[in-house]
């Protein structure tokens, strides 16, 4: 009977890239994370390649045996159903229709447990928190608008066919000051990822600076609107008036969503994840969004009634950094398969 220790590797697979880690029999990480950039457009044998060597290389950091790993927990940008997966986003072709799980099962000889990467960072906002043991709520505001819940226990909530919590497509009231909605990457018009997007945030920009009044805005310098975009957190933290007015209708709009979610799934625990949690003006940011959710939520899922104080819908940013979704999926191996 061997006594070496148990270990089990999570795999982040992302467009750009794939971040993977170890933890032990109790949830701890074990060496450091490795990451490389990603090959997934080239097809799932070549990240499978990827994926073997970072994984020889987790092993070879804590000086272990292939043989300890007992399970792995792997994420991917894209709808699946039970490792299959449904839809292409940023992957390569040959991936959509592929039992991705099964396929890496077989190749690794121990249980494979994936999700998308919305779950997987939800996951590991869950892992990170040791005493939290309620439901909580991922809402990311990045390129798109990722999203995830875990239930209370620590399982996410994947929907019958892996497709829960695309919460950057539920709609919001709101609309343009000339009634019109914004079309979605989807193809819909009005979907809360339409308002809170990086690409919506270039959208207002350049909308504000073509306004008569925005004429001598320094963001008026020519620069391209990619990099105005991300100025704009600069601008908004120095208080310039412009900067703070495009984030505060975003953050409410985002908060609207986030009420309408919360009637939804009364998650407790409302995580904020995304560039912006890295940054100082989260706090700022964090206002706006509670007070649109203020706004459109009732009041008792803002404070109990018989409990005057106590909040009923915390809401914290994201501790997960880098490597939440990796830790996440690690995490849930070890859940499944310990
Ligand atoms: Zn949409």
Redesign the pocket.
């Known amino acids: 009977m061997s006594s070496l220790p148990n270990y089990f590797a999570g795999l982040d697979i992302g467009g750009t890239t794939v971040k993977t880690v170890l933890v032990d029999e109790r949830g701890e990480q074990v060496g450091d994370m490795v990451e490389v950039r990603s090959h997934v457009k080239e097809g799932f044998e070549a990240t499978f390649q990827q994926l073997d060597s970072a994984i020889e290389q987790l092993l070879a950091q804590v000086g272990a045996e292939p043989s300890q790993i007992k399970g792995i927990g792997m994420d991917v940008p894209a709808p699946s159903n039970d490792g299959v997966i449904w839809g292409q986003a940023n992957l390569g072709d040959d991936w959509v229709g592929t039992n991705i799980k099964e396929a890496y099962s077989k190749r690794q000889g121990v249980p494979v447990y994936m999700t998308n990467d919305g779950n997987a960072a939800a996951l590991g906002e869950y892992a990170v928190r040791k005493k939290h043991m309620g439901g909580l709520l991922l809402v990311a505001p990045g390129t798109g608008l990722g999203g995830g819940l875990v239930l209370p226990g620590g399982r996410a909530l994947e929907g019958a066919n892996g497709l829960a919590l695309e919460i950057?497509?539920i709609s919001v009231p709101h609309r343009e000051e000339n009634g019109e909605l914004p079309q979605?990457?989807?193809?819909?018009y009005g979907?809360l990822?339409?308002w809170v997007s990086l690409v919506a945030l270039r959208r207002r920009i350049a909308a504000a600076l073509e306004k008569e009044e925005h004429k001598d805005h320094p963001l008026n310098d020519g620069s391209p609107i990619e990099e105005k975009a991300f100025r704009l957190r600069d601008f908004a933290e120095q208080g310039d008036e412009l900067a703070l007015a495009i984030f505060e209708e975003q953050g409410r709009i985002l908060g609207y969503g986030i009420a309408d979610l919360v009637r939804v799934f009364d998650p407790g625990l409302v995580v904020l994840g995304g560039g912006l949690a890295e940054s100082e003006f989260r706090h700022q940011y964090l206002k706006f969004v509670e007070e649109g959710f203020r706004e459109r939520a009732w009041p008792m899922y803002v404070e109990s009634p018989f409990e005057p104080g106590k909040t009923t819908t915390r809401f914290e940013w994201a501790l997960g950094g880098d490597s939440a979704a990796a830790l996440g999926v690690a995490y849930s191996a070890r859940e499944l398969f310990r």
């Open positions: 950057g497509h979605c990457s989807c193809g819909l979907c990822e339409a």
